[in-house]
């Protein structure tokens, strides 16, 4: 049973630059979820998709998109990078119930931002 | 007040030892509640999720849910410097269960 895989696994860009972050869900799953997680802190919410729409957002700025497949892998994109975008960047992948959604972590990407 | 707390440590604990970690939520509803663990420069993952008052075992894991007071702890049992990490306390909201909300970890050093 394949868990959730995420690529590039490192990746280092300058600012100003756009990077796409892609995630598989595990086999079975068909929600994901984005996070950041920067050193020292707990993951932060970045958004969720389901059904290949986005279904919910944390605070972060429009820079911040993401994307959906039919096949329920998923991209997150970031635009006009800046140092405070480095960070690890976490996928998630869960089957949508109510309220009872256990998340489940790739390995991440860490992104370095020069 | 922060949505998810906890005490970042270390909290250091000879090998064999039973650890005892906690974390406070501020949203009253919340439901649902997980802890993670997290190895140095690894991904989070899960070892426990808890919905209901009261105790749930698996195998050294222990997690302690209280609603009333607002707090959920993980013991580990006869613990082993394998366990030496960062554990994640995360819940939903009670007006929003798609998202998970982190404390910021508490880090855990099992000594020989």
């Known amino acids: 049973d394949a868990g959730v895989t995420q690529s590039p696994t490192h990746l280092i860009k300058t600012r100003g630059q756009q990077v796409t972050l892609r995630c598989s869900p595990k086999s079975g799953h068909d929600t994901v979820s984005w996070y950041q997680q920067a050193l020292g802190q707990g993951p932060q919410f970045i958004f969720q998709?389901?059904?290949?729409?986005?279904?919910q957002r944390g605070n972060f700025p429009d820079r911040f998109s993401g994307h959906q497949f039919p096949n329920y892998s998923s991209e997150l994109n970031v635009n006009a990078l800046l140092l405070g975008d480095s960070a690890l960047y976490l996928c998630a992948s869960s089957l949508s119930l109510t309220g009872r959604d256990t998340q489940y972590f790739g390995p991440g990407t860490r992104l370095t931002v020069l | 007040q922060k949505e998810v707390e906890q005490n970042s440590g270390p909290l250091s604990v000879p090998e064999g030892a039973i650890a005892s970690l906690n974390c406070t939520y501020s949203d009253r509803g919340s439901q649902s509640f997980f802890w993670y663990r997290q190895y140095s420069g690894k991904s989070p993952e899960l070892i426990m999720f808890i919905y209901s008052n009261g105790d749930k075992e698996d195998g050294r894991f222990t997690a302690q849910l209280n609603k009333a007071s607002q707090y959920v702890s993980l013991l580990i049992r006869d613990s082993q410097p394998s366990d030496s990490a960062t554990y994640l306390c995360a819940v939903t909201l009670s007006y929003n269960t798609d998202k998970l909300i982190f404390g910021t970890g508490t880090r855990l050093q099992v000594f020989p």
């Open positions: 998709y389901y059904e290949e729409e986005e279904r």
